[in-house]
């Protein structure tokens, strides 16, 4: 057994990869104490992305390299860490998935389901596009988890509706009236996104909303997705038909993630920092790929692979905690 099948399958991979970034946290928290509530957030993520992976079996051996990818990916993104709307945004994600992956060929557990869009109807109240996504759950039930039916379809909009028909009432409160406004008026296109439309030619000539580490950083994720996505199918036999059917789910959320991601970076429909949205998305539906290419890739060249992109993670995450404190 190689080493990087060793470090893949170790009970102490996730316990480590844990205290690495409960390390860098503590230095973000004694200079940013405000942090709390995003790393309260990041600890439900990973417990939650570990739930997924015992619940339905994604590794076919004993290995956390689901959670470890996934930790390992969002603490390069430092700007995510910050950002308390995206990570509550993901962890909104993961619950929805976590209860619709529980849905497998059960075309009758519309409760479930109804809990499952109630979750990306709160996300879509943080960030309004989440509801663009909405299509991919839905081919997803039917294409993947094979559940899909008409009353689904009525328990999808009843639980996206939901969050909304309960903040309404709220509107005459006039303590909390201005949250509601918050949420309506978040549909409703900025005066400068409207004057950019307006003009395309402004549209071309204006900068990307990240620096060179962050498109860097961006990269390199997407890059990592593409090859892992690439090896899995390759390789997916391996895998029980409920496996490959949620990697598939998976697949399909990434790509389409990645395009809104690419959407909200090349044209000002939302704010500058609306990137940090579908890159959230993206980063908790591939950490899942990147975890199976990990444990079950095998060669000198997955090795190398693993190995840059091991220390690719470790030194990006402590430069960019490094560098957003200074």
Request: hydrophobic content about 55%; glycine content about 4%; overall charge positive.
């Amino acid at each position: 057994m190689d080493r990087k099948k060793r470090i893949a399958t170790n009970r102490w991979a996730l316990p480590v990869a844990l205290l690495f970034s409960t390390s860098l946290w503590a230095v973000r928290l004694v200079v940013r104490p405000s942090g709390w509530p995003a790393f309260l957030i990041f600890i439900l993520s990973v417990s939650l992305m570990v739930e997924i992976n015992n619940r339905n079996a994604l590794m076919r051996q004993y290995s956390r390299m689901v959670s470890c990818s996934y930790i390992a990916l969002m603490m390069m993104c430092d700007d995510l860490l910050s950002d308390i709307r995206a990570m509550a945004v993901q962890s909104a994600v993961i619950i929805s998935l976590l209860l619709i992956f529980s849905t497998y060929q059960q075309r009758g557990s519309v409760g479930r389901k109804y809990w499952a869009y109630l979750f990306i109807g709160l996300a879509s109240m943080a960030w309004p596009p989440m509801l663009l996504l909405v299509p991919v759950w839905w081919i997803g039930e039917a294409s993947c988890l094979m559940s899909f039916t008409g009353r689904s379809f009525v328990a999808s909009l009843f639980g996206i509706a939901t969050p909304f028909w309960t903040v309404t009432p709220l509107f005459f409160v006039p303590g909390v009236r201005g949250f509601v406004l918050q949420c309506f008026t978040a549909f409703v296109p900025e005066g400068e996104t409207l004057r950019l439309l307006a003009s395309p030619g402004e549209i071309i000539l204006r900068p990307l909303p990240f620096d060179n580490m962050q498109a860097g950083v961006a990269a390199f994720l997407v890059v990592l997705f593409l090859v892992s996505a690439i090896r899995y199918f390759r390789q997916s036999s391996a895998d029980k038909i409920h496996v490959r059917m949620l990697y598939q789910f998976f697949t399909l959320l990434s790509s389409v993630s990645l395009l809104l991601f690419l959407v909200v970076t090349l044209f000002p429909l939302f704010s500058p920092t609306a990137w940090h949205l579908p890159l959230a998305v993206f980063i908790a539906s591939a950490a899942p790929l990147v975890g199976h290419y990990v444990t079950f890739s095998s060669g000198r060249l997955s090795a190398l692979v693993f190995w840059l992109s091991f220390s690719a993670a470790v030194i990006t995450a402590i430069v960019r905690t490094t560098v957003s404190l200074i």
